[in-house]
């Protein structure tokens, strides 16, 4: 199972609760790639390993994956993220602005339509609704 996660810290990651809660198999690790863009170079410039133990992550407590609702989770670290040109936090909104009818860039290790998963990160343009993303 392969996850995308956005770093909010120097100890946090946040990704989707469907990762970690279970119903891809249970683990005893994680191992999350930070400053990585392909994950089977090991030897890719800013590349880092961060192995966290399982139980090290705390899922939103109205997390219902019948209904795909509050799919949302953080990750701790168990050391500071240094941050560098290759590893940095998020750039959060500003909370006012609704970003309405612009185009962002999402970016991930998903799986595209009947595709295997991805060791290279994808990219994509998306036409904003509100604080919200239009899925195309």
């Not at 790639?33 to 899922?59: F, L």
């Not at 997390?63 to 050391?79: E, R, Y």
């Not at 941050?83 to 936090?89: A, D, H, K, R």
Request: proline fraction near 4%.
């Amino acid at each position: 199972m392969m996850c995308g996660g956005t770093i909010i810290g120097k100890r946090t990651i946040l990704t989707a609760a469907h990762c970690l809660d279970g119903s891809y198999g249970d683990f005893e690790r994680i191992k999350i790639y930070v400053g990585a863009v392909d994950k089977s170079k090991s030897t890719e410039t800013g590349q880092q390993i961060v192995i966290v133990e399982a139980g090290s992550y705390v899922i939103h407590e109205d997390w219902d994956l019948s209904k795909m609702s509050n799919d949302i989770a953080l990750i701790k670290l168990p050391t500071d993220l240094e941050f560098n040109e290759y590893i940095q936090p998020a750039k959060l909104p500003e909370p006012n602005n609704l970003y309405a009818d612009k185009t962002t860039i999402v970016s991930g290790w998903g799986i595209p339509e009947e595709q295997q998963q991805q060791q290279h990160q994808q990219h994509q343009h998306q036409p904003t609704n509100g604080n919200s993303y239009k899925r195309q």
